[in-house]
């Protein structure tokens, strides 16, 4: 089985490089091929985990992590980012958890692909 970690930093609708990591996350979990995909999002990025935000012009971002983390990728924001931004947990979708640099260490030396956008 792969491990492969996705890690975003983008802001989620100031570019298409936000939606570019969720479209690959979903690619890859909805391949059918036995992997565990971890996806990691940090700076502007955690923005993207907020409950209640979305996008009238063009494909809602939270409702694609919530889709992903129906398909098992375990969604993580940074701590140190999100409480820049005034997000604590309370404020993010269900199942996105908060986590810290030393974690994102870990899942980066138990990768066996690192992507990042």
Not at 6 to 35: F, K, W
Not at 71 to 78: E, F, L, P, Y
């Amino acid at each position: 089985m792969q491990n492969i970690l996705l890690i975003v930093n983008a802001s989620p609708y100031g570019s298409e490089r936000c939606l570019s990591g969720l479209r690959l996350t979903l690619a890859l979990a909805s391949h059918g091929q036995p992997s565990r995909i971890k996806l990691f999002l940090l700076s502007d990025a955690v923005s993207t985990a907020q409950n209640g935000q979305g996008n009238a012009s063009g494909p809602s971002l939270a409702d694609m992590l919530t889709e992903a983390m129906a398909h098992g990728v375990s969604v993580h924001v940074c701590r140190t980012c999100a409480d820049a931004r005034g997000l604590d947990q309370t404020r993010l979708l269900p199942g996105v958890k908060i986590a810290t640099m030393p974690e994102l260490a870990d899942w980066t030396l138990e990768a066996d692909k690192v992507v990042s956008f």
